[in-house]
């Protein structure tokens, strides 16, 4: 009998006062200790140590607690060592390579993976730990894997790890018991022979947030193919572990088109898409949409309005209007119609330095709206929730190509961020937020709270390698332009205080790495999730972006020979066709998630914490720009 089955054993002889045979209570007891338990539980019934001397005398499922050995699936029937087990001879060192360590996760993720090295290497099967006794409710979770299937990377190659992933039953013991709690600490424990064991060299701690994680993430998914049929708006309901993700964009614009850049208004209610027939990052094919999406997914999202020219767009939930950038303005006069895109064109001049604003209930042209100053570009804006706050970015220069035929406001350099007053589509006085010293800022978004507390950006630093700020260099299709605001290798993501004046704080634990270091994994389109959370007593936001860092043993990206990719006829790779394959050595940018813990940053501190990767994901396709809506 287990040492815990000795002490809860004790504690039926004095509630029904009498002597109970210990073999007969081993079927009931272990019902009670499992419930809500997947699968078997493991055929071990030798002597454990309780986790703690903390823990009381007696632990009940009813208290909340966390407590019980389960199987996985490959692993039916298994048992393993007891924990006073000696180690393993001449066995490998056991690693755990994911999750990061100190990661804060949303109690309602609904799955986890864990995933350690080696594969293997004479181990016949593996425990991995889950523990947490010091605060009641106690977590003592183990699940055995014989790992019989070496992982793979997302090019195909066995990485020489393994992975367990915690079914959905699983993960709500885990998550339930430890909401809000203490940090729960995982190990690996590997044996040889069935009595030895080894236990990682390392152990993880992570935590369960407070509340829920409500929300839906829209975002662009491509993958390896011809570079025309390639890459849709898809859409996952967060934590939701029984549909998986659905394409968004083809069933709505009625057939498979590239669609990528798209903006929603938190509630769900609109969004702006821009759907083409092959993938344009040079505008030439791209054409707003404007989509209600109320109603969705109990019914179709209905299209309100096409046809309109390309730009970053702006679209809150309770606005009248939305604003969007002049992506592609005429030159050099900047009067007349521009014929923005094929048949799109604006009813009325825009000048270059405005934005465009349109009726977000029918979509219907209102008229130009004055940002910059004269000569500049303004672009990239975000608003508030309430539509009243606009942020933007006026760029030192922006990139040109294809013989000045190309001057899309998606390659900009040297950006300085600005805020301003917004009522009924007309801009107050900007005022300075970031001023760029030569570094690129852009991709800014305001807090979800009222009034804004955060701007939230990407940073690329200065790079005075190339003889100009704009300037590119390398072999085409490798060729970079390392000042880019275009999938920079080098973006990091920042945090501003919405104050004129205020310091950036650089999201070290976010970006992985600290702001010394330049990584070169490309942390791009950092968003916030539209609910502010309560942790601990402080106010919780929840972000997320675009990275190529690698995903445990999963997602290799900084293998030999990978390399950051750029889209044919783009500023890093011009004057070449649409429909060119993707190579096999392009790293795989994925959606990954942290939190913000408000308090930290008055002081030059890092309110954030490590990111995670966002599960439901395909390994194999490049997912990018994650919008969130609250429901």
Partial sequence: MTHMGQRAFRFFQRVWGQAIPATNLLGPLFAILLVGCRGEVSADDAPRTAPDASVPDVIDASQGNAIGTVTAPDCQ????????????????????????DGALLPPNLGTLSVQWVPHGASFSHFEVDFSQSEQAPFTDWRIVTACSAETTDQQGFTSGGCELTLDKDSWNALAEANRGGNPLTITVRGTTDGACASTSENS??????????????????????????????????????????????????????????????????????????????????????????????SKAAALLAQGQPPGWTALATTSSSY???????????????????????YPSA????????????????????????????????????????????????VGSWDEAARNDDDHIFGGSLFTASLSSSVLGPAIPLVASQGENNYYPTYSPDLPPTFVLFDRAPLDSSVSSLAGCMGTIPKATCPNDSFANPAA???????????????????????????????????????????????????????STRDYGVRLLNHKDGMYQCYPADSLEWPGSVH???????????????????????????????????????????????????SR
């Fill in 77 to 100: 029937g298994c048992s393993f060592p007891e924990q006073a087990s000696t180690e393993c001879q001449s066995a490998p060192p056991v690693k755990i390579i994911y999750p990061p």
């Fill in 492 to 546: 990091r993501v920042l945090l501003v205080a919405n104050a004129s004046g205020a310091s950036p704080v650089d999201l070290e634990q976010a970006n992985g790495t600290p702001a010394s270091v330049n990584a070169r994994v490309s942390n791009s389109f950092p968003r916030f999730l539209p609910t502010v959370q309560h942790y601990k007593g402080k106010r919780l936001f929840w972000i997320t972006f675009s």
């Fill in 350 to 397: 825009v000048p270059a330095n405005s934005f465009s604003a349109w009726d977000s209930t029918t979509g219907a042209f209102i008229g130009s709206a004055s940002a910059a100053t004269s000569g500049t570009r303004a672009t990239m804006p975000a608003l508030s929730a309430d539509g009243t706050s606009i942020v933007y970015v006026q760029p030192a220069a």
């Fill in 204 to 297: 993880i701690r992570i935590s369960l947030a407070e509340e829920d994680v409500d929300g839906t993430m829209f975002y662009w998914k491509s993958v390896p193919a011809s570079l025309g049929l390639s890459g849709q708006i898809y859409t996952k309901k967060f934590g939701d572990m029984n549909r998986t993700e659905q394409d968004f964009s083809s069933p709505t614009f009625g057939k498979p088109q590239c669609t990528g850049c798209h903006t929603l208004a938190h509630d769900g209610s609109r969004m702006l898409a821009f759907p083409a027939d092959d993938t344009d990052p040079d505008y030439a094919g791209l054409e707003g949409a404007l989509v209600d999406i109320a109603n969705w997914p």
């Fill in 579 to 629: 429909r060119n394959f993707v190579d096999k050595s392009c790293q795989h940018p994925q959606v990954w998630m942290a939190p913000v813990l408000e308090g930290d940053e008055a002081s030059g501190g890092d309110p954030s914490g490590v990111a995670f990767w966002i599960p439901y994901q395909d390994i194999g396709s490049h997912n990018h720009m994650a919008q969130w809506t």
């Fill in 323 to 345: 604003l969007t950038s002049n992506g592609l303005p005429c030159a050099p006069q900047g009067n007349e119609l521009c014929p923005q895109s094929e048949g799109a064109t």
